[in-house]
């Protein structure tokens, strides 16, 4: 197996990041919160046939959590992320500390604008400014030429795309389709949390996504009646629904639906929050499976 290089300092991040490509080499970057999982995996595949070298970094972002959620307990194994990383051929780990990250409090901030009001943004007050300013903050560490994130996470990617084009970040960037379990439900290193039942219970938001969908196919264009019947599916024992939504790619509810009309769905297993969306014109099924 090739040798992965691991950093802690922003300033090696960068010098290695610009070394490799006044080689000429194309770098292509995987940010992550760790406790990696297939549908992380995916992303530094993608990157890999997108770049010649590959970083991938891991902070769990204390900006992005509100003052009632899980920072403390977010789930994580530098361990095994390291060797699952260097197995994927991941060419250098990112790892800064919050120290390194944050020595000082940004008091110049990324304002997300009205994309961050709805659905995520206003279940989770905040969460999306913090999660500019660490992308903003890693993507000018890191200096990539391609930077991939996961469909699974719909509204962060487009807000992402969106900073970097309304700000000139002069970068490519990639959003993958969401990796499953075989049963349809979405890897979330949050999964991790659900206990006994919650793991089948869980499965009402990929089920009520299907459920869309199949509705849509079979000649539903009307929003209305297509969330009242993936509310239907998503109001299951044990799942607390907070919200479905069907929007275009600016996170605008729709009048009509096409293919291009992404369903939002929101949910509490227990005490997890889960999120999964599906973009209808590719559907569920096409999003791939965990490989065995
Ligand atoms: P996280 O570690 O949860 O911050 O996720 C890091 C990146 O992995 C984000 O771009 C996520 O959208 C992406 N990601 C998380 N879960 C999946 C999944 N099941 N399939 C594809 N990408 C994912």
């Not at 197996?1 to 802690?8: A, D, G, K």
């Not at 046939?49 to 891991?58: E, F, G, K, M, T």
């Not at 009048?255 to 997890?272: F, S």
């Amino acid at each position: 197996m090739p040798t992965m290089h691991e950093l802690v300092n922003p300033k090696d991040m960068r010098a290695w990041s610009r070394a490799d490509r006044a080689r000429g080499r194309r770098i292509g970057f995987v940010p992550t919160m760790g406790c990696l999982h297939e549908g992380h995996l995916q992303l530094v595949d993608r990157a890999k046939q997108r770049a010649d070298r590959v970083v991938l970094s891991i902070f769990v972002n204390p900006l992005q959590f509100g003052p009632t959620e899980d920072l403390a307990l977010y789930p994580r194994d530098l361990e095994r992320d390291r060797r699952v990383a260097a197995e994927r051929g991941v060419d250098c780990l990112f790892v800064p500390d919050t120290a390194a990250m944050y020595p000082a409090e940004p008091l110049v901030r990324v304002r997300p604008g009205p994309m961050a009001d709805a659905l995520e943004g206003a279940a989770r007050p905040g969460h999306f400014a913090g999660v500019l300013i660490v992308v903003a903050k890693l993507l000018h560490i890191v200096e990539p030429d391609v930077a991939v994130f996961g469909r699974k996470d719909f509204q962060q990617a487009m807000l992402v795309r969106r900073m970097v084009d309304d700000l000139n970040f002069g970068l490519e960037i990639d959003v993958a389709p969401t990796v499953r379990e075989l049963d349809g439900l979405a890897l979330s290193s949050r999964n991790s949390y659900l206990q006994g039942d919650e793991r089948r219970d869980a499965l009402a938001l990929s089920r009520a996504l299907r459920a869309v969908e199949q509705t849509w196919r079979g000649g539903e264009a009307d929003p209305g009646p297509l969330a009242r019947r993936g509310l239907e599916v998503l109001r299951a024992p044990g799942v607390a629904p907070e919200y479905l939504a069907l929007v275009d790619d600016q996170m605008r509810p729709v009048a009509r639906v096409d293919a291009r009309t992404v369903v939002l769905v929101a949910a509490k297993v227990g005490k997890t929050r889960l999120i999964d969306n599906v973009v209808l014109g590719e559907g569920v099924a096409a999003d791939p499976a965990v490989r065995a």
